[in-house]
């Protein structure tokens, strides 16, 4: 089966891109089957994670789907996924280099930014409590002191209200570092710039349909 992986920082949208594609091509949605998103922050407000049964379980059935046309396309979440309780995600979709095409989306910071605090703002004093608690819980993570300052400084953050500040230094300090290390590892196929959804849309299923094609598949 010819997987296709899409890559790219948290907040470019390949979550969006990975929903319309869907209207045309077999996918597995690793987010969907682990009801979670991609890091320690998938878990928050009104997401609840399945257990590593339920996600290996609707990975499979996902998997049936996409062998039936002997292709998928995957948002690429490394060996893990999940929040406090991490998921083991299972081969090949785990091994980047069991990816027939490296497809990376990139996006204007300006959006990056506005789709994190999408992601992550919360509605009411409860949740602003979830989130202090998840970066608290990361805190005892890390080991190396600007790690832990700049958690520090996130925290300090989100207890005075300045999500926009907060959502500066998690990608900057958090998730760009995480980025750098992981999307490069081997020569992207593919590098769009997701500036308009629709027109980011097109083309990757334009690239995908003129692959499949090259390597005789017809759907």
Known sequence: MIIFGLFGKTGCGKTEVLKELKKYH????????????????GDLYHLKQND??????????????ALKRNYCIVEYEGRKIGGTNKL???????????????????????????RLLN??????????????????????????MDKIKSIDEIINHIKNDNYYSAALLIEGKLYREHYIRSAYKSMPDLIIYNDNLKETVNFIDNYINKKLSERGYFG
């Open 26 to 41: 077999p996918v597995i949605d690793i987010e969907e089957c682990a009801n979670t998103r991609g890091s320690v922050l």
């Open 52 to 65: 590593q049964e339920t996600f290996n379980k609707n990975i499979k059935n996902m998997e049936k789907e």
């Open 88 to 114: 083991t995600i299972p081969e090949p979709y785990s091994d980047v280099h069991k990816y027939d095409y490296k497809i990376i989306i990139e996006c204007p910071y300006s959006q990056q930014i506005e």
């Open 119 to 144: 992601y992550y703002i919360p509605k009411n004093e409860k949740e602003k409590n979830i989130l202090i608690s998840k970066f608290e819980m990361l805190r005892k993570v890390f080991k190396r």
